[in-house]
């Protein structure tokens, strides 16, 4: 499939005009997709599709972004985009501060002219790997903290790494510390863990498993049904 997806891609730019041709080329020099997951039943955020053109080209030509929808802008340094999940990342770091940060594309409010050029420096760790990592942590529209009834290393080997993080509790137990854009969407992730648990919130999450629950019950009922009936 990639090696298909690349021939496809050779064969557009060449026949692209050269401005769009560099655009795509930005593209894709610049962004990482992150893993495959279950998904969410949250509708797609839209965005822009010049802005995320103007993005790649400030991370490729190393102009910092000026952001802001009022006051003072802010400058960041953009280092990479990331797609997963349907959604798009940047991931910037604070020239006065030194800090990096992941940031949703559809939230940003870009400023022209941009800022001024910037000299890379050596990103923490990998910068796909740091979008998931804060996703988890904080990215959701919803969180949730589940007690799990196994071992923390038996919930990591069942979990993808950017599901949640993993907190163990004793010998025999741990917290999932996770979230989704949907509390739909977190209890499909839970039960996929094929484990007992408990929810210690959000209370939303619970009323959402029972009517799942409740909803399961019925489908078992009615095959039960169908089977008996002559």
């Known amino acids: 499939m990639q090696e298909t997806s690349a021939r496809a891609l050779a064969k557009l730019e060449r026949v692209l005009p050269s401005r769009l041709r560099r655009t795509v080329s930005a593209l894709v020099e610049t962004t990482a997709q ?9 509708p797609d955020p839209e965005v822009d599709p010049a802005l995320l053109r103007a993005v790649a080209e400030a991370i ?16 960041l340094e953009p280092y990479r985009l990331v797609s997963w999940e ?18 949703r594309a559809d939230g940003l409010a870009l400023r022209t002219p941009g800022g001024p050029r910037f000299t890379p420096v050596e990103p923490p760790e990998d910068l796909t790997d740091l979008v998931l990592r804060e996703v988890a942590a904080a990215g959701w ?7 799990v009834a196994a071992p923390a290393s038996e919930v990591l080997a069942r979990i993808n790494p950017a599901v949640g993080v993993v907190e163990p509790r004793d010998a025999h137990s741990c917290v999932l510390v996770t979230g989704a854009d949907s509390v739909a969407t977190v209890a499909a992730y839970v039960g996929m ?3 007992d648990f408990r929810v210690e919130g959000p209370p939303e999450l619970v009323e959402q498993l029972r009517v799942t629950g409740e909803r399961y019950l019925r489908a078992i009922s009615t095959t039960k049904r169908n089977r008996t009936s002559p």
């Open 34 to 42: 992150g893993p495959g997951n279950t998904g969410s039943d949250a």
């Open 60 to 75: 490729r030509d190393r102009v910092a972004l000026r952001v802001g929808d009022d006051g003072p802008a802010r400058l």
């Open 86 to 103: 349907r959604r798009w990342y940047v991931v910037v770091r604070s020239p006065d501060r030194g800090a990096w940060t992941v940031l």
């Open 141 to 147: 529209s919803v969180h949730a903290r589940i007690v």
């Open 193 to 195: 863990l094929d484990l």
